[in-house]
């Protein structure tokens, strides 16, 4: 049993194509903008919509976006079992809050909030 492919209509367009028609020359390049050009009118000189609200004008500076700088929490602790769950918003930041006021990583303190769990709510079997 042999299969025949369905005809995409490329037969003519195939038969005729001459890869030696091609040009050697590379593309040419976008001229640079001038030197003292700012961001603002290069992305107008080529096109870019800014998503900015019409009447607010940008400072051009990356401080214009609103940023929370965290600590950083990475350490070499020999914990290597990933544990991820679903919580509240300020339930985290609560968590963040107390290991960042105690110096923890985010381990440590998980480590710390079962030890504690332990000690008020003993097994009892």
């Known amino acids: 049993m042999s299969s025949t492919r369905t005809d995409l209509g490329f037969g003519s367009e195939l038969d005729s194509f001459d890869p030696s028609s ?18 603002r009118k ?7 919509q800014s998503r900015e609200a019409p ?3 940008a400072s051009g500076t990356l401080s214009a976006f609103p940023t929370t700088i965290r600590p950083d929490r990475r350490r070499r602790t020999g914990r290597n079992a990933q544990f991820n ?3 509240r918003p300020e339930t985290i930041e609560a ?15 998980l ?15």
Not at 42 to 48: D, H, K, N, R, Y
Not at 111 to 125: G, N, S, Y
Request: glycine content about 8%; overall charge neutral; charged content about 25%.
């Open 85 to 87: 769950l679903k919580a």
């Open 55 to 57: 009447g607010k004008a």
């Open 42 to 48: 290069v992305a107008e000189a080529v096109g870019f």
């Open 22 to 39: 091609w040009s050697d020359s590379p593309a040419k390049p976008l001229p640079a903008p001038p030197e003292k050009a700012t961001r």
């Open 95 to 109: 968590f963040c809050r107390i290991a960042d006021q105690q110096g923890w990583g985010l381990g440590e303190t």
């Open 111 to 125: 480590e710390q909030a079962v030890f504690l769990l332990e000690r008020e709510h003993p097994k009892t079997t």
